[in-house]
């Protein structure tokens, strides 16, 4: 059968779970991270979260997988410490197939609702 991106999508949110992006601001003193999986001309032209981890979906697997030699040394290091990975995009399409892909790693990642658009809805802040 084939399935289409949407498909793809919304099988991937029925094994992710969500959170808001206030509850996903407000974890962040306590060792959650976000992680940012938009293109790097997104950040430029929408604004980027402060802190948070960039990796483009794209290069999401090379850079979560410590055996590559690409990893991103902050992304493993939650997979060890098993905290969560608060996982953003522009609407959370992408950021649910990224959140999956993360699960099947042995992260504990999480979707925050409404991508940067419900970041940017619920007043939290952003750079420019």
């Known amino acids: ?49 402060a802190g948070a981890i960039h990796i483009p979906r794209g290069l999401l697997e090379a850079q979560a997988d410590p055996d590559t030699g690409k990893a991103h040394d902050a992304l493993v290091a939650m997979r060890r410490s098993k905290g969560h990975v608060n996982v953003l995009c522009a609407s959370g399409a992408r950021a649910a197939l990224a959140a999956d892909v993360l699960k099947t790693m042995g992260y504990n990642a999480r979707v925050i609702e409404g991508g940067l658009g419900g970041w940017k809805q619920a007043g939290l802040p952003i750079t420019a």
Request: no cysteine; net charge negative.
């Open 1 to 49: 059968m084939t399935k289409s991106m949407k498909d793809l999508v919304a099988e991937a949110r029925t094994r992710v779970e969500t959170i808001s992006p206030a509850d996903a601001q407000a974890a962040r003193p306590n060792g959650d991270v976000i992680l940012d999986v938009r293109e790097p001309a997104e950040l430029d032209s929408d604004g980027a979260i």
